[in-house]
């Protein structure tokens, strides 16, 4: 039963943005208060954020934590937050990072630092609101509204070519996004002649689309969420982006801002469209293979340990899109039941939150080396564990956790939609399961080359363990990981209703 | 039916007669004045504005109400578009202050031609026949004319004028003609008759979509809408920055309402033939518009090949034909007006003396140079990208609903790809400003009330995006 009785939702979400205001007013003079504000606000709205999830009712698939205001009457569209199962580890997730990036930025970022927290708080707030909405016009703003902390994030902190990636980042995502609007507003449009004009999120689950139409809808959802997933062969954006962005521009890119495609393919796709994701499921799984084998081998060849991991979250992020989409595959093999059904999507969420927690700790990693010698070529370094001892035992671990290493969170996501693909065709298990070679393949191979070996040069001879402040930051996130990895079951009792309310809805034809 | 107030009507022409007046009054005065006192034109000036917002709102109206035998209307959208300009030129005013009087432009004669400007937008705002309309178009036009042309020195801003002389005494040739013809088919130059006998004659009546033709040449040139755009980018970029300020803003409104007038209200029984054109000229606007201003080093020519992409939106809500479709584009026009005083007014703001701040580089390092105005100069590209929270946002979005609407949606497919053309050209302003180092040491300038004002309009970029509902109810309730 949910007792709260404040608006805990918009707390979530004006609070970041409020620090991040506050930030930019007390600029870059009063920083080392400025550091505080920033620690302080994330904090608490982790600290909120747990209470989404303790007070959380697990036997229900309904909205919880509802808050509806009218907003923009001429469009009918209402303030609208409330969380599921879906939404609400998605929020207790980017809650729990967003505090660990500003540790992690302490002493480090010493250009502009006021802007750059205030970035990240601002950033934080939107992306829970996105989570958090359901008005699809309201989701829309703070989806888009999203792509500008992040543009300014990758432009001002970012490397050497940080303005091409950050120009090409917002106009990838701004292509895939404009797409949708227009669905959005079809769909908008439908609900005005069905009656009642509503830009509600369950409103447009409801409605009657003939299959025309849902097909159009799906492809415009495709584009903006394949974009933003990101699926092959629309991925090309990460790695620049990725590459360029300061590390913690690339752990919110990775452990959150990709997760908003697959959430975006949960709460529309699937539900708004079943009939043309019943039909174009093919397309999206082909996808969703390629990205996990293809895109498998490109990582391999990576000379660069952040164009390593932004390839593996490609990867990685397939296999959710994967689960996503073989509900439609299961339920043909079963003709018709549900119960099996489930577990692809189960999968799909699980590696979601993993991945979540493993790309953030190993672009963590990586940040770590790369505030030390300033380089992200693998071939600079070697021998690492002789310096490093302690960042080493992390390394090997997030290492371990992103090949999928049973007890690691990697494990569990991986698993269950290998398992979900095995009773839906022999050949996508086959494929999809090709990813435990070629993930351990690169990733060890990765942790290899950097870590283990002689003592590669000065550099590395010179090199200082990590500090308190870091190996804070990696030992919560080492917990996080082994916690997820060992007992699951919470984050799977949490979506239950959901999951199962999700698969009832998809297997209702709209026509 | 429409209740006729009185024959004369001199209510509902109260702020026309209060402005005409008062503008005789500032003539006057004026020759009196030594240069040193050139102030007290100013102050009268911005006392005339308020005065007329005054007069306007005392006689305000809630319904149409038509005067001078029909000539002239009287309704609440005319009554929010007026004061609405009255505030765009008092905004405009007060931003260009600081650069005329270093450049020797503070002279009485501008002030007045602003005002006698004005009270052309106001005439075809409340245009009730299409010889009113006409009467407007001039009275706009040829004021805008000599203000191109006010800084006589200049060798530009004289060509620049010459072209917008030529271009637009055609274009306003064309307009008559179109009238003219009209008049021939439907023997009156009232609007509501006007209606009325298009439906006797039949709307695919050739001679009126001959007619038809003319009006929309001289529709789409006063909006600088592409094939007839060519003198945007040359006006704006020759004539002083406060003139492609005046420019820019106020005779926007002034070309939405010609378009209702004489479209929505005169000819929407042809709905069907000028939609099919208008279709055409917004679509070629907005490509032309969008890629061009991709080219350009100069920021006056970019945003002059902005508006031209803006003007494409603005005729997508007019074109759908429906009454969404024309709140939608009077919202588009009144946010339009807003980001495009706000985008000018930086360039004034950057502006020192024998420096004009109007290209491109010269935003280089702006965040830290000033860190603030870096914000409004985002928050101000950010919302005429139409990239959310800002207020640009709902306009691109009212009117692709509209679009949408009537069934085009392939059109908002074509519009919402070309915006994102356009989002890379002020991406590259924002590049600018925050990515690169500053390449000269010079600190801004301006005064308190420019600096102030051009916070409180990049403040109500961001306000208005979300809270976009005070001007769309606006909106909604002035257009039944």
């Known amino acids: ?511 | 039916m429409e209740a006729v107030v009185t024959n004369f009507g001199m209510q509902a022409a109260a702020a026309e007669i209060f402005l005409l007046a008062a503008i005789c009054v500032i003539l006057l005065v004026d020759v009196f004045l030594s240069d040193s006192k050139r102030w007290v034109t100013y102050g009268l000036t911005m006392l005339t504005l308020a005065g007329c917002a005054f007069v306007t709102v005392n006689y305000a109206v809630d319904t149409r109400v038509t005067a001078f035998d029909g000539m002239f209307i009287a309704d609440p959208m005319g009554d929010v578009l007026k004061l609405f300009t009255y505030g765009t030129v008092a905004v405009s005013l007060l931003y260009s202050r600081e650069y005329l009087e270093r450049n020797g432009l503070f002279r009485g004669e501008f002030f007045i031609l602003a005002l006698v400007a004005l009270l052309g937008v106001m005439v075809m705002v409340s245009a009730g026949s299409l010889l009113t309309v006409y009467l407007g178009v001039e009275l706009l036009s040829l004021s805008l004319y000599a203000m191109v042309a006010f800084d006589r020195d200049s060798g530009v801003a004289a060509e620049s004028a010459m072209k917008y002389f030529v271009l637009g005494a055609i274009s306003s040739g064309a307009l008559l003609y179109g009238f003219s013809i009209l008049y021939g088919v439907a023997g009156t130059l009232q609007l509501d008759e006007l209606a009325v006998a298009v439906r006797e004659v039949g709307a695919g009546n050739i001679g009126l979509i001959f007619g038809l033709t003319f009006v929309i040449v001289g529709i789409a040139f006063k909006f600088g809408a592409v094939p007839f755009h060519m003198w945007v980018p040359d006006v704006y970029h020759g004539a002083p920055t406060p003139v492609t300020l005046f420019i820019g803003s106020a005779p926007k409104i002034a070309s939405f309402v010609l378009a209702i007038r004489v479209l929505a209200e005169g000819l929407d029984a042809m709905v069907a033939s000028w939609q099919s054109m208008l279709i055409a000229i917004a679509i070629a606007s907005m490509i032309i518009g969008n890629v061009v201003a991709i080219a350009q080093t100069n920021l006056k020519r970019m945003l002059a090949y902005s508006t031209i992409s803006h003007v494409g939106f603005i005729l997508l809500g007019i074109l759908a034909g429906t009454t969404d479709g024309y709140r939608a584009s009077m919202f588009y026009t009144l946010t339009y007006v807003i980001m495009s005083v706000g985008s000018f007014g930086m360039i004034l703001l950057l502006s020192r003396k024998g420096f004009e701040g109007d290209q491109i580089e010269d935003f280089k390092g702006l965040a830290r140079k000033s860190p603030w105005f870096a914000v409004v100069m985002m928050m101000l590209m950010f919302s005429t990208a139409g990239v959310p929270p800002f207020v640009g946002f709902w306009a691109k979005l009212a009117v692709l609903a509209a679009v949408v609407n009537v069934g085009l949606s392939w059109l908002a497919a074509v519009a919402v790809l070309l915006s994102v053309v356009a989002a890379f050209y002020y991406l590259r302003i924002i590049k600018l400003m925050y990515f690169d180092e500053p390449s000269d040491t010079y600190s801004i300038e301006a005064g308190g009330t420019l600096r102030a004002v051009l916070s409180a309009n990049g403040v109500a970029v961001l306000a208005l995006g979300i809270f976009p509902s005070v001007l769309l109810d606006l909106c909604a309730r002035v257009l039944p």
């Open chain 1, 1 to 511: 039963m949910s007792t709260i009785t404040w608006p805990i939702l918009s707390v979530l979400i004006w609070l970041p943005i409020a620090g991040g205001v506050a930030m930019i007013l007390l600029g870059d003079k009063g920083i080392a208060l400025g550091r505080w504000i920033a620690l302080i606000t994330t904090a608490v709205t982790f600290g909120i954020s747990t209470l989404l999830w303790t007070n959380f009712d697990t036997t229900t698939a309904a909205m919880q934590f509802v808050e509806e205001r009218t907003w923009i009457p001429f469009f009918s569209s209402y303030y609208a937050l409330g969380v599921d199962g879906f939404a609400m580890p998605l929020i207790v997730l980017t809650a729990f990072i967003t505090p660990l990036v500003v540790i992690a930025g302490w002493s480090v970022i010493d250009k502009r630092p006021a802007q750059y927290y205030a970035a990240f708080l601002i950033l934080e707030g939107l992306m829970i609101g996105v989570f958090a909405s359901l008005d699809a016009l309201l989701f829309y703003v703070l989806w888009e509204a999203m792509l500008i902390p992040m543009f300014i994030i990758i432009g001002i902190w970012g490397g050497p070519r940080r303005v091409y990636a950050t120009i090409k980042f917002f106009l990838y995502t701004f292509l895939g996004s404009v797409l949708m609007l227009v669905s959005l507003i079809y769909m908008y449009l439908q609900t005005c002649d069905a009656g009642q004009c509503s830009y509600a999120i369950a409103e447009f689950q409801r409605l009657p689309l003939g299959l025309n139409e849902q097909l159009f809808i799906f492809v415009a959802f495709l584009a903006a969420f394949a974009v933003k997933v990101p699926m092959w062969p629309v991925h090309t954006w990460l790695p620049d982006a990725h590459v360029e962005a300061p590390t913690g521009g690339s752990v919110i890119l990775a452990a959150i801002m990709l997760k908003m495609g697959g959430y975006g393919f949960l709460r529309f796709s699937l539900p708004i469209t079943p009939d043309a994701s019943d039909t174009l499921d093919w397309l999206v799984i082909s996808l969703s293979l390629i990205a996990v084998v293809y895109i498998g081998f490109v990582a391999i060849a990576q000379q660069d340990m952040k164009k390593l991991i932004a390839y593996s979250s490609i990867a990685h992020m397939g296999f959710v899109t994967l689960g996503s989409f073989l509900t439609f595959e299961l339920m043909r093999v079963n003709s018709g039941d549900t119960t099996g059904a489930a577990m692809g999507i189960d999968g799909a969420m699980v590696q979601m939150i993993s991945h979540g927690l493993i790309s953030g700790a190993m672009f963590f990693c990586v940040g770590v080396l790369y505030d030390r010698v300033h380089s992200r070529e693998i071939s600079a370094y070697g021998g690492v564990v002789n310096t490093m001892p302690i960042f080493a035992a992390f390394m090997v671990l997030f290492g371990m956790a992103n090949s999928g290493l049973p007890a690691t969170s990697g494990f569990v996501g991986e698993f269950l939609v290998i398992l979900a693909s095995f009773r839906a065709d022999f050949w996508y298990a086959f494929l999809a399961g090709l990813t435990l070679i070629l993930g351990a393949a690169y990733t060890l191979w990765l942790v290899k080359r950097v870590v283990f070996g002689p003592v590669a040069n000065h550099h590395v001879a010179e090199l200082t363990d990590v500090n308190g402040r870091e190996l804070l930051v990696l030992g919560v996130l080492a917990l996080a990981v082994l916690g997820l990895g060992l007992w699951p079951a919470p984050l799977l009792d949490v979506m239950r209703p959901t999951v199962e309310n999700l698969v009832q809805q998809i297997t209702v034809s709209k026509l």
